[in-house]
């Protein structure tokens, strides 16, 4: 049974009263993932230090209360709600930028500053973090790092397991312990990878109190080329043969013709039909050479209409990437349009499965095969370069049978995943969503062990389980 009267007590104690929020209606907004996910908690707590947050979880450990660390929320696999026995952890306050080195190649950060200001803060010195996910307005360094996020540039800069140095880490255990595990330095060995382990654990092993990322200056051009396709299946193979050509883009992103309809409306782009963007990292002098490469494979499959910026500045301009950027809020405008009414909601799920990219075309003949077998709507999204797509569908909640032939409908998508050689989750992570397409992966793959495996690291990090407990698996 819960004290609330004495955890809130502790926490205005260890944080000071006026950072121990307990009105309703903000718990409410906290408690809410962009997932769609929602639950209540006690409070939300708001620290400024790792020396309260080792308190926090001090006094968590001895009290057996769960703790929900939280960056911004706006996750897709429901890993950062909470339970209502238990506090939110929020970083609102850690939100500084505390070193940038050059020299050294990284920045020191607290876990919640934005990406968006911390690229803000290193184009100062014409440098970039280039994990840049569509979120990036609101997505915290905290919340990436523990989603082992992606983003626009995947294709090229990999994902927060490529990025992240060193670590500062506070444990859910009897003396709230802080270390620090990793390097400042490019090279580093020490035994069994712990910085790695932590890099996706979606905040169920230990709070993540300061990083280290490493930077990169930023590129001297971005020239961009995007195509219309009226095949679906005309973009992948136009991306499989971008790859033979071994021409190495940094942004390869689709949206269906779906997601363009509706974007197009908002942009009035006057564009139709299922969109590739390509994006490369070539000076100004000679873009027009890769340009013309890139062109001539988009004709040779078919593309209707053809834009090309030879630069990011023109692009963005031009507003290229914003039917992209806004494809999922498109989906949830779309669902509710549909759906929206006094009795019923729609819940709008987006899943994140990666396909090795040989494997794109068959991938989405099967989905849409699929999506015809069920009857369910389905847009199509996402980082093709790494083979990342977010099949994206809906549901009216308050169809009870509806709902259980949704579930099977998300996990046949992963299922197709996992049959071409994929996976069930390339960015977003596991969270409440995907415990049983974790399960699917592993079966296949023979590993089962593997979960288990897991769930004893965690035991060893938290042995209480208290720490955003009911995640992952
Ligand atoms: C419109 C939209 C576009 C998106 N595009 C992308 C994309 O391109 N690529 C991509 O990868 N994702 C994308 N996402 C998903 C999401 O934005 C990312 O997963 C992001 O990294 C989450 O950051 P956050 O700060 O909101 O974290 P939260 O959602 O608050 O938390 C995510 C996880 O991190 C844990 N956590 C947060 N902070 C800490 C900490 N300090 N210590 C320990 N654990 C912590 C939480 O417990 C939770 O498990 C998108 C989401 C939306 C809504």
Redesign the pocket.
């Known amino acids: 049974m819960v004290n609330r009267n004495k955890i809130l007590r502790a926490m205005r104690n260890i944080v000071g009263a006026e950072f121990v929020e307990t009105d309703e209606l903000a718990i409410r907004l906290y408690s809410k ?2 997932s769609g996910i929602e639950s209540k908690a006690l409070a939300v707590v708001f620290p400024k230090i790792s020396k309260e947050v080792s308190e926090i979880l001090r006094f968590a450990y001895a009290e057996n209360l769960k703790i ?10 429901g ?2 709600t909470p339970s209502p026995d238990g506090i939110i ?1 929020s ?1 609102d306050r ?1 939100n500084t930028v505390k070193e940038i080195s050059i020299v050294d190649g990284f920045v020191v950060v607290e ?2 500053v ?1 990406i968006i200001h911390l690229n803000e803060e290193l184009s100062k010195y014409g440098y970039h973090f280039p994990v ?4 990036a307005k ?15 540039k ?1 294709v090229v800069y990999g ?1 927060m397991r490529e990025w992240v140095m060193e670590l500062e ?1 506070v444990l859910p255990d009897e003396e709230g312990s802080i270390l620090k595990i990793g390097c400042k330095t490019p090279k580093c060995r020490q035994g069994y990878d712990l910085v790695r382990l932590i890099v996706g ?4 092993l ?4 300061e990083a280290t990322l490493r930077i990169y200056p930023q590129p001297e051009n971005v020239a961009v080329i995007v195509g219309f396709f009226d095949d679906m299946e005309n973009v992948m193979k136009t991306v499989v043969e971008i790859k033979k050509k071994r021409i190495s883009p940094a942004i390869l992103e689709f949206a269906d013709a779906e997601t363009v309809k509706i974007g197009a409306e908002r942009t009035q782009l006057g564009v139709r039909g299922n969109m590739l963007i390509v994006g490369i990292e070539v000076p100004l002098e000679i873009s027009e050479k890769y340009l013309r490469a890139l062109e001539d494979i988009f004709k040779n499959n078919n593309a209707n209409k053809i834009l090309i910026a030879e630069t990011m500045a023109k692009a963005e301009e031009m507003k290229l990437f914003e039917i992209r ?1 806004a494809a ?2 498109a989906a949830i405008f779309e669902a509710s349009k549909e759906i929206e009414s006094e009795l019923s909601r729609p819940l709008v799920v987006i899943e994140d499965i990666a396909v090795p990219p040989s494997k794109l075309p068959e991938t989405v003949r099967k989905l849409r095969a699929l999506a015809n077998e069920y009857s369910f709507p389905l847009v199509l999204f996402g ?1 093709v370069g790494d083979g990342n797509l977010h099949p994206t569908s809906w549901v009216d909640t308050s169809n009870e049978k509806m709902k259980s032939k949704f579930w099977e409908f998300l996990h046949k998508i992963m299922q197709i995943a996992i049959d071409l050689g994929g996976t069930i989750s ?4 596991i ?1 409440t969503l995907k415990k049983k397409g974790l399960e699917m992966e592993f079966e296949k793959k023979g590993s089962l062990k593997a979960l288990e495996i897991m769930r004893s690291i965690k035991k060893i990090f938290d042995p209480k389980n208290i720490l ?1 407990p009911g ?1 992952i698996f």
Do not use: C, W
């Open positions: 993932e962009a929900y660390p939280q960056g911004s929320a706006t996750g897709l696999a890993a950062s952890l970083f850690m876990p919640g934005r840049d996910p569509a979120s609101s997505a915290t360094v905290g919340g990436l790092i523990n989603t082992g996020g992606g983003g626009l995947g994902t880490i654990s979606e905040g169920t230990a709070v993540v109190t950027r999922y809020p980082h390339a960015e977003h992570g969270g955003n995640k």
